[in-house]
């Protein structure tokens, strides 16, 4: 397998903590998404990204974008361990934690819309980082709701178990913390996420540890 | 079950959809987003969905956020007739089609993000449509790229079948046209989406047919 990734993406992000999860080795090819005007817009890597974004996974003949349909693919070809474990029910909870964080909080902040506030609407600092703890903030402290009273939590999202919910949370904190978001105000979502950034898969994942770090 | 719901919300409409291919009534709460500044937004929906949004699925002592985690517990639950058919890599296609929409397009254009470019930023109507435009229409070309070359796609995204990834693109391109977005630029987006509109699962879930349609 091979995997198109940038350090600091948090959705490649993502998926580098599944394939360690999943004992799967693969080969990471680096896309720099500042260099040149973005390294993900050029021809050769839009004709497998046409979106232009990281990840894209190659399996074979198999070319995968979304990190989490990557995750999903990567769970029913390699289902152990599995990252979506329990019943429907439980799925449904883990499922609804990653897509809360990949559906509501990160794609306000990603590179490209970032970008496009300071280029094109022309924020200033900070107005941009107005709209960036807006969408985090309000976020996580949605989730720090639900997190909190629900039994199912332990000492990861779901219990002891690392599952689909930790691998979005871990890069979302990450993220909060490089733009100075206080996450000490979501104790639960801070707790896991520091712990599920100690255990080895998460740890190989992270940005620092990665070929094409700064 | 029990469908918390506004009848123009592109993600209440995705789950609508699914309910009814499967086959399952439902009952209809509908949750206005604009009135008394949001009734998605009081204590008694926030205790059912912390982040204030619609769609929220009640099935039995099961409360269930986000859409996409939603149709995945559906699928577990009533499997058929299935709307992630096929191999693992065929359902990869078919969920990234579905995400590329949840999150790439769809957060960037939701009532929300809008309302506080507006009130916050302070945005005219021609910036806001500027910024509205560049999402879609970025998004639905990168998408148009992606199907007018792949083999899998048929009348629908996945050949004749309805699935997960037609249940986010026919709900997408109805928020394009509302918006004055020209989706006969994206020429098999739009065959495939208003042939599945046809349909009367597609139909029968479309904003105009929901009880608060106004």
């Not at 402290?141 to 691998?167: I, M, N, Q, W, Y």
């Not at 913390?177 to 950034?197: G, L, M, N």
């Not at 740890?203 to 770090?213: E, S």
Request: glycine share 4%; proline share 7%; charged share 25%.
């Amino acid at each position: 397998m091979k995997l198109y990734s940038y350090f600091r993406s948090s959705a490649a992000y993502r998926v580098r903590i599944a394939l360690n999860l999943k004992g799967l080795s693969y080969d990471y090819a680096p896309i720099h998404l500042l260099r040149d005007g973005g390294e993900q817009l050029k021809p050769d890597y839009r004709a497998l990204s046409p979106d232009g974004i990281v990840p894209t996974l190659i399996d074979g003949d198999n070319v995968i974008n979304q990190s989490l349909a990557i995750i999903e693919y990567l769970e029913e070809t390699h289902p152990e361990p599995a990252l979506l474990p329990g019943t429907p029910t439980d799925r449904a909870f883990i499922r609804s934690i990653a897509l809360q964080v990949a559906c509501e909080i990160h794609p306000l902040n990603n590179t490209r819309v970032l970008q496009y506030l300071t280029n094109e609407v022309k924020l200033d600092d900070a107005a941009k980082n107005a709209w960036y703890a807006r969408w985090v903030e309000s976020g996580l402290d949605a989730l720090e709701r639900r997190l909190v009273s629900d039994p199912r939590v332990g000492v990861l999202c779901f219990g002891d178990t690392p599952t689909l919910a930790d691998l979005c949370l871990v890069p979302q904190v990450f993220n909060a913390r490089r733009f100075k978001v206080d996450v000490s105000r979501y104790p639960t979502i801070e707790r896991v996420a520091d712990h599920a950034a100690t255990l080895d898969a998460f740890f190989r994942a992270a940005p620092a540890q990665q070929p094409d770090a700064e």
